[in-house]
């Protein structure tokens, strides 16, 4: 999404015009929409010398991402509450198993989970290049991260069975 400064109203990302105040965002446009600076009088690429008016606008691409972050962590917020008394379960078992106090160790969730936050908040920021190359990074931290979880999982599964038997 992009806001027009002009008129104060929202376009699709790609837009190369304002449909209300007709002002171009990327530049002065000529009739046969060449791109030329603001500050051009003519057309750098055909001359001619009508061109559209320029207008600042805001891209608003990561607030879209922001907001459904907050949705997603909302919806998990509420599934994590009804899940609690499992997951407290999971906490002291996994902290009992790894040797850290549980509390230690909601602690460190937490952190991570602000950080991965703010992590994705920043990354909005990124050119498409470098965003890409430190998605793939994440990827595979991420699916290192599972496969520690399944394993520890699995061994939670064989300790409570075992001590069952």
């Known amino acids: 999404m992009r806001l027009c400064l002009s008129c104060y109203r929202l376009w699709p990302r790609g837009a190369v015009y304002c449909g209300t105040c007709a002002r171009s965002f990327e ?30 606008s805001l891209p608003l691409g990561w607030l879209t991402s922001l907001i459904a972050a907050a949705v997603v962590f ?14 407290t379960a999971m906490v002291w078992l996994l902290a009992h198993l ?3 106090e ?16 703010t992590g994705a908040i920043l990354l909005q920021f990124l050119p ?12 595979s931290v991420y699916r290192s991260a599972l496969r ?8 939670i599964v064989e300790i409570v069975i075992g001590r069952r038997a």
């Open 27 to 56: 530049g002065r446009l000529c009739p046969a929409r060449h791109i030329s600076p603001a500050g051009a009088r003519a057309c750098i690429h055909c001359g001619a010398t009508e061109l559209t008016e320029t207008v600042a």
């Open 74 to 87: 909302g919806i998990a917020g509420l599934v994590l509450r009804h899940l609690g008394w499992g997951l």
């Open 98 to 100: 790894l040797g850290v």
């Open 102 to 117: 549980p509390h230690d160790l909601v602690r460190a969730v937490n952190g991570l989970i602000s950080w991965a936050i």
């Open 128 to 139: 498409p290049a470098q965003r890409h190359a430190v998605m793939r990074f994440v990827s």
């Open 148 to 155: 520690l979880v399944q394993f520890l999982l699995k061994r």
